[in-house]
Structures are given as C-alpha cells and as structure tokens.
C-alpha cells in the first residue's frame, strides 16, 4: 500500500546577510525528508524556497505556498520574518513551523515552536555569566526585535541580581563596520560581553574584537568573554581560526552531544553534506520540526492544521540532543539546556540540564532572580 504523500514548504534565506545559518537550517530539513522518504510513515514533498533575507519576499512566498495549497511550511530564522508572515499563515489557515531559539513572548494558534524559548537559552546563559565572570554587562545586538528583547531580559535580569548593563548598541542586520563599537566594549571593560548580532555582523563583530585586544595586550576570552544564544558551530566555521577560541554559547543542542542518535544524526549529516560546516542547534530544530511534522501527518491522516495540531501535542521524539515533545499550552518544545565554549569548529559542553525542561515563553515562571546553579542545582558540570 502506497503512504500518505504530502507537500511541504521549506523557507529559508540560503542568500543575503545570514546565509550560513538559514543554509545549515535547510540542510537539517531535508535530512529528516530524506530519512522519512526511506523508512518514514508518510513521504513529504519539500518545495524549497529562498526569501534571500528580504522580509516582503517572506509575505510573498507563504502567500505563494499556501495558495498552491501547502498547509505546513517548516521555515524562517529572524523573528522579524517569523512576526512578518505569521498574519498570513493566519488568513490562509496554514501552520508555521519554526526552527529557532528566539525571544519569546509570543504563542501564535498557527505555529509551532522547535527552537529554545527564553528559559531554555538566556535565563542559562546570564546565571552562569554572572556566577563566573562578573556583574557588569554590555549589549550589542542586530536593530530588531530578537536583540531588543534579549537585552531586555538580560538587562532585567541582571539589575534584579544587582548587577548593571554598562551600554546596549544596535547595528543594522549585515553591517560589518565596527570599529567604533569595539573601542566602546574596550574602554568600558565589562565582565562580560552579550551579543544578539546575527550573520555577517556577529563574524565581523568577533574577529574585530578579538584583533583589537590582541593589540592592546588583553586575554580577551579571560576578561571579557563574548557570550551569545546564536553562536553556532557554522559561525565557528566561518571566523577566522585565531578569533574561534573562548566565546560562551547557550544552545539546546552542540554537534559535540555523545549518544547514539546523535552520532548518527551527525554521520548521516556529514555523508549527506560533506562539504558543508558541523551540524548545529538550528539544523538540529529544522531536522526535528520535519520529523514531528511527519509522525502528526501520520497519526491525523491528514494535513488540515487542526488535526495536525492536536496529534503533534501526543509526539515525543528522540531527538539528537535528547527526548523532545511539545508543550500542548504553549506549542513549544520541553528541550535540554546546555552550555558550550568555543574551541576551533566546534563547542565543549561545559554545563547542561540532566533533563528536558518545560518552556516558558512568558517567563510567568520563571523570576529574574532564580538561579540555575545554586538553589535550584538542576546542571551538572558535564567537562
């Protein structure tokens, strides 16, 4: 008996200023296709197609998608894009399936969530920052909203521990020029530097950086840590090898995860991409956005959202990073938090959650004065 066949949408911007991230996102993608394709309960249908980072081009291709009749589109990487579609996925009755760690402070009825929620990434990250370098932060971030509401949290956090956010700067997506900002983050000497730059700035940002403190004499990596939620291990790939050392990464998911599935989610990765970077957090979310979709798709024996949407909420996934299932309030994942420092291409887990935890998108659980190590001890030191 033949299976199930149905087309989905896979959206992501492989050209334009964040290129390396949105490739490595529709690398996972397909993967799980072509693993479902072989022993898979359905056989999905990818129609690819790349926005090249141009918000309007995002409105434009769901449109497109959705009235050739694909009902799921597993896509977008900024939350600009995710905000920007969301009113079309709406008036087309069409699911969103968003692979990326994001801000938070939203829960849409026509997506769902594969990617880190707030207390999943930064609430991590921001405890162990001002237990092991210090108090005194400074922002810098991409001008939208995924940077904004970081610093937010972060700066709200932070103050709540008594602590200070020195300087918050904004550059616009793709600007490379920054020397002014590295002078800025030297004079000021923080403890530690938080940064939301995504794609060619957050490269440009690094190398410069790292560069200026050499000159200077300083340990850059010592004293002033450069901390991120969206460094990952193809960024490491594209900097150049003397400013990859040292940064702090919070992420659900490393390529470095020794357990059985993700050994073989990383070879089959490297068979299927030899020529492309380590596997990582977003290709990772991508890779389990397209498996839960297909496992619903086959429970609900169709593609309309509201059955999709209700057989998702039963999935659980072994997943590379760990077991994965959603949030039936929410439609966000219960992931496994996880720490990382950079060395060469890829990232030592230094610190992660011995088990999934619920997402939190609205932080209405979580205080800005919990601590992850202390009081409530649910890391372990893993190296």
Request: proline share 7%; net charge negative.
């Amino acid at each position: 008996m033949a299976r199930p066949s149905y087309r989905i949408g896979l959206m992501f911007s492989t050209t334009g200023p964040y290129s390396t991230v949105a490739s490595a996102m529709l690398n996972g993608a397909l993967l799980a296709v072509s693993e479902i394709g072989e022993a898979g309960p359905v056989e999905l249908v990818p129609i690819v197609v790349d926005p090249g980072g141009d918000l309007a081009r995002y409105t434009a291709l769901s449109g497109q998608l959705l009235a050739e009749g694909v009902r799921h589109v597993v896509g977008c990487y900024t939350s600009s894009s995710r905000k920007e579609v969301i009113p079309c996925f709406e008036k087309h009755d069409g699911m969103l399936w968003y692979p990326s760690h994001y801000e938070g402070f939203e829960s849409a009825d026509n997506v769902v969530y594969t990617g880190a929620a707030p207390n999943q990434h930064i609430l991590p990250l921001i405890d162990y920052l001002m237990s092991t370098f210090g108090d005194r932060a400074f922002c810098v971030g991409s001008n939208y909203i995924w940077a904004w509401e970081n610093s937010r949290i972060l700066r709200e956090t932070v103050t709540a521990r008594g602590g200070t956010v020195v300087a918050e700067r904004y550059l616009p997506v793709g600007e490379t020029d920054l020397r002014k900002l590295v002078d800025a983050v030297i004079e000021a000497r923080p403890s530690f530097v938080f940064s939301s730059l995504i794609g060619v700035s957050g490269l440009a940002f690094l190398s410069a950086l790292r560069h200026a403190c050499l000159a200077r004499g300083i340990d850059q990596p010592g004293t002033m840590p450069v901390a991120s939620c969206n460094l990952s291990e193809p960024d490491l790939d594209e900097l150049e090898p003397e400013a990859r050392d040292g940064h702090i990464s919070s992420s659900v998911y490393f390529s470095a995860l020794r357990n059985p599935v993700n050994d073989a989610f990383v070879s089959r990765h490297a068979a299927a991409y030899p020529s492309a970077p380590l596997t990582s957090a977003d290709a990772e979310a991508s890779y389990i956005a397209v498996k839960l979709l297909a496992g619903a798709l086959a429970e609900a024996g169709t593609d309309e959202i509201l059955a999709v949407k209700a057989a998702v909420a039963r999935q659980r996934l072994a997943a590379p990073q760990g077991d994965v299932w959603v949030d039936a309030e929410t439609m966000h994942l219960h992931l496994t938090p996880r720490i990382g420092r950079s060395r060469g291409t890829e990232f030592d887990i230094i610190r992660e959650e011995p088990a999934p935890i619920r997402p939190d998108p609205y932080l209405v659980r979580s205080s800005p004065t919990d601590s992850w190590f202390a009081s409530a001890p649910r890391l372990r030191v893993a190296k």
